[in-house]
């Protein structure tokens, strides 16, 4: 039987705590502040399923939507933009993504951090795509919504001049026509931020189709998907990360099949 060391774990953990947050780690004071040097920093952010910007995104955005008092939002977006993961703009975008799955109040607690990470870093402020800086004309911006949720969720949404408030103004007229086309921000970094925001939702459709979508679509594989819901209850907790797991076994067995989510 081959024994680890313990010491080697620490030792790993403050190192990659240190590196993540872009500045030295403290030494731990409780049970609490050594789990997350040597199990989350030492054990999990330390797997190579997914990159570290991936894992930002997740961290940044799960910890948005927490209720809790924990610093770890500073933290992350702070680290983030200290190692060049992501960059202000794209922050920003992360921030506009994240109001739309996650809603609105929790989306300014990124904003906030992000402010704030500028400050402490000694960053000006960036400048950022106007949402509309034109006139436009309704129909082919529900046309151009439409068109974009088939390309997102890899299915036809809601048709065109439906009239419902909900799906026209809200899922076409702005969510596909124009926050998911932004140019700030990559598809697949568009996809960790929902993952998440489905996730903590709770609500069945959006979770089966998001991660069905995120495979069929090309930006994630079904190997990163099983790392994202290690990577997500550490956040979420392990009851949620269980509901994502047994999500993420189902479509990934449609999509291997050539099946649709809803199938």
Known sequence: MTLLDPRERSERGLALQSEVAGKPAADPQTPLQESWRDFVYSEVWSRPGLGRRERFLVSIAASAVSSGLSNSLDLFVYGALA??????????EAALHLAVYC???????????????????????VGYASIRAAPWDPQVRMEQGFAEFNNVMTYD????GNGLPYLQDGILNFVFGEMWCRPGLDQ????????????????DIPIRSHFHAAMASGNCTAAELHEFVLHYA????????SVIQAVVLEMAAKFEQGLPWNA
């Open 83 to 92: 190692t060049s993961q992501l960059t202000q703009a794209e922050l920003r």
């Open 103 to 125: 809603g609105w109040e929790r989306a300014e607690k990124v904003d906030a951090a992000i402010t704030r990470a500028e400050a402490e870093l000694g960053l000006a402020p």
């Open 157 to 160: 949404g809601p048709p065109v």
């Open 188 to 203: 697949r970094s568009r996809r960790f931020l929902t993952l998440v925001g489905v996730a903590d939702s709770g609500a």
């Open 234 to 241: 550490v956040h979420a907790g392990w009851p949620r990360g």
